[in-house]
Nanobody
């Protein structure tokens, strides 16, 4: 089990950028694949991006592809989500999640794959 703490969310104007961070503790970070999910107001939680344990493979939701970049620094036990060209539709609570499974890449969007979750950080994009 690993504990996750997100940070970096705030109010930003459309077209702006933010970088979210998620720091892990209590486990061997490099053993975990990591994901970012989000829950917009009045909507279900949805997949944003994921990265494998070594950081050399990533996967994105179509809605963020080309605008968001997931990365990790295993020496700092941290996964990042760089968000560029933000849109009002990106407004949501953002959560990072960890899984120790070596699951097929095609399953990384499934939230049931992830056992450990952070408390979330709020991102608001104004128009």
């Amino acid at each position: 089990q690993v504990q996750l703490v997100e940070s970096g969310g705030r109010l930003v104007q459309a077209g702006g950028s933010l970088r979210l961070s998620c720091v892990a503790s209590g486990g061997t970070f490099s053993n975990y694949a990591m994901g970012w999910f989000r829950r917009a107001p009045r909507k279900e939680r949805g997949f944003v991006a994921a990265i494998n344990w070594s950081g050399d493979d990533t996967y994105y939701a179509n809605s963020v592809k080309g605008r968001f970049t997931i990365s990790r620094d295993n020496a700092k036990n941290t996964v990042y989500l760089q968000m560029d060209n933000l849109k009002p539709d990106d407004t949501a609570d953002y959560y990072c999640a960890a899984t120790s499974w070596r699951a097929p890449r095609s399953t990384w969007y499934q939230d049931e794959l992830y056992a450990d979750w952070g408390q979330g950080t709020q991102v608001t994009v104004s128009s």
